[in-house]
């Protein structure tokens, strides 16, 4: 069973169009997350969900919108794609806490190529 | 703020020997974190290791342990007996512990990419 899934996995689309990606854990956590990771491997936060409730918001671009249905899913919708959008995302999940390990459970990422 | 960095942007190692990737990172959190991700070319991350701002010992799992030097604020991570499947891009990341309700990002360092030769 796959813990945190990612669709697609690939998405190759043209600059301006409207995309999504979609994310869902089965591990039973609270946060979930979205991170881009750049044609250099650099990964950064963009989002965190805790319990449906958007808590970290790094400025982003407002085309990026974060949806969060249920605590198991966090989709991520991008509006008027441009190129240097093209980056690898990562969705991730981990258990809340308030101390302690929290560890983070990343999905396999979907390859968004803006053309 | 919270800063992780990577200052070997590629090391090698021939296979069975040991190799350390390095990390240093600077908070002003008195309670924090760190983890070490493995990123082979398939793409995933791979959770390796974690150390607790106030663990005593050294965290080890396996072939993997992390030197952490908390006055100096490195966390580097030392893999034994490497091995050709080792080879990959290592990430170093850090996270404030002490808070929930989601605050828990994952501030990463730019990673050091290991090559393993036979």
């Known amino acids: 069973d796959t813990a945190v899934s990612q669709t697609p996995k690939y998405l190759v689309t043209q600059m301006g169009n409207d995309k999504s990606i979609k994310c869902e854990q089965n591990?039973?956590?609270?946060?979930m997350y979205w991170y881009k990771q750049d044609s250099k491997k650099f990964l950064k936060i963009m989002f965190s969900?805790?319990?449906?409730?958007?808590?970290i918001n790094e400025t982003v671009p407002n085309r990026f919108s974060p949806k969060s249905p249920d605590k198991a899913h966090l989709n991520l919708h991008i509006n008027s794609l441009e190129l240097g959008d093209s980056a690898v995302y990562f969705c991730?999940?981990?258990?809340?806490?308030?101390?302690?390990?929290?560890?983070?459970?990343f999905g396999p990422g979907t390859r968004l190529t803006v053309l | 703020a919270q800063k992780i960095t990577q200052t070997q942007p590629g090391m090698f190692v021939q296979e069975k020997e040991a190799v350390t990737l390095d990390c240093t990172y600077d908070?002003?959190?008195?309670?924090?974190?760190l983890f070490w991700y493995k990123q082979p070319s398939s793409g995933e991350m791979i959770f390796l290791i974690y150390?607790?701002?106030?663990?005593?010992q050294n965290a080890t799992e396996g072939r993997y342990s992390l030197n952490f030097q908390k006055a100096r604020k490195s966390a580097n991570l030392v893999i034994s007996a490497s091995q050709l499947g080792d080879s990959a891009m290592y990430f170093c990341?850090?996270?404030?512990?002490?808070?929930?309700?989601?605050?828990?990002?994952?501030?990463f360092g730019a990673g050091t990419r290991l090559a393993v030769h036979p």
């Open positions: 991730a999940s981990s258990q809340d806490g308030a101390s302690g390990r929290v560890e983070q459970f």
């Open positions: 591990l039973g956590h609270d946060t």
């Open positions: 969900y805790n319990n449906k409730e958007l808590i």
């Open positions: 908070t002003s959190d008195p309670s924090y974190g």
């Open positions: 150390q607790g701002s106030y663990d005593q």
């Open positions: 990341a850090i996270y404030r512990t002490g808070f929930s309700g989601g605050y828990n990002k994952l501030i």
